[in-house]
């Protein structure tokens, strides 16, 4: 076993430990929870009925406005990844001209000195 193992099992173990210990101290305050849970209202601030009277739109539906903005979102990623690509060739490119410049000024330098 390395140190490294060594280290993530005393880690692992004194993490279960801890929650082990914290669940024993909290289970008496859980079980005195009450059973039923109220349901609480929704926010209202925000709802449809309100964005189609502030912005005057005849048909406006939450999920239709949350895909058109990650459709939005998933297009302006794929641009950035496509500009981070097209960069990137061009930095590998630059890089493989840079090396064949320098074998060719290698090569005439042999070539020089053997003459």
């Known amino acids: 076993m390395d140190i490294f193992q060594a280290i993530t099992l005393f880690f692992s173990a004194f993490s ?3 929650v ?3 669940l024993t101290k909290k289970a008496p ?3 005195e929870l009450p059973k039923i849970v109220e349901e ?3 926010n209202e601030s925000f709802s449809d009925e309100k964005i189609k009277r502030v912005f005057g ?3 406006f539906s939450s999920d239709v406005f949350l895909q058109k903005i990650l459709s939005k979102i998933k297009v302006l990623a794929l641009k950035i990844e ?3 690509q097209a960069e990137l060739e061009k930095s590998r490119k630059k890089l493989r001209v840079k090396n064949i410049d320098s074998d060719y000024w290698k090569n005439i330098k042999k070539s020089t000195k053997d003459k």
């Open 82 to 84: 496509n500009k981070t």
């Open 16 to 18: 279960l430990l801890g």
């Open 57 to 59: 739109f005849i048909s």
């Open 29 to 31: 305050y859980l079980i």
């Open 20 to 22: 082990v210990i914290i």
């Open 40 to 42: 609480y209202p929704r």
